[in-house]
Nanobody, 126 residues
């Protein structure tokens, strides 16, 4: 099972930027769906952005398109989420997640992901 460790969260004012990192280890498959989810208090966990590692294909939630960018550094086994133009509604705990590339499920379905990091808090003040 893949182990995931997030870092890079923090507090920022609206309009600011943050970059989240997710260090991964323990790969056993040739490809994965890897991505970022977030959960605000009292809300369900939602998909933010996911990348299919074999092709680099990406998916984004409508609420973050044009502001967030997911990327991967294969040499460092690290996944990133660059977050620009942050809004107070982006405040949440952000989680890194992965699932094998053979799992054909909706990209934003959190129940289809088998590995999760511990989460990193992002707080955006107005």
């Amino acid at each position: 099972q893949v182990q995931l460790v997030e870092s890079g969260g923090g507090s920022v004012q609206a309009g600011g930027s943050l970059r989240l990192s997710c260090a991964a280890s323990g790969y056993t498959y040739s490809s994965y769906y890897m991505g970022w989810f977030r959960q605000a208090p009292g809300k369900e966990r939602e998909g933010v952005a996911v990348v299919y590692t074999r092709t680099g294909t990406t998916w984004y939630a409508d609420s973050v398109k044009g502001r967030f960018t997911i990327s991967q550094d294969n040499a460092k086994n690290t996944l990133y989420l660059q977050m620009n133009s942050l809004k107070p509604e982006d405040t949440a705990m952000y989680y890194c997640a992965s699932r094998p590339g053979s799992v054909w499920r909706e990209w934003r379905d959190p129940t289809s992901y088998s590995s999760w990091g511990q989460g990193t808090q992002v707080t955006v003040s107005s």
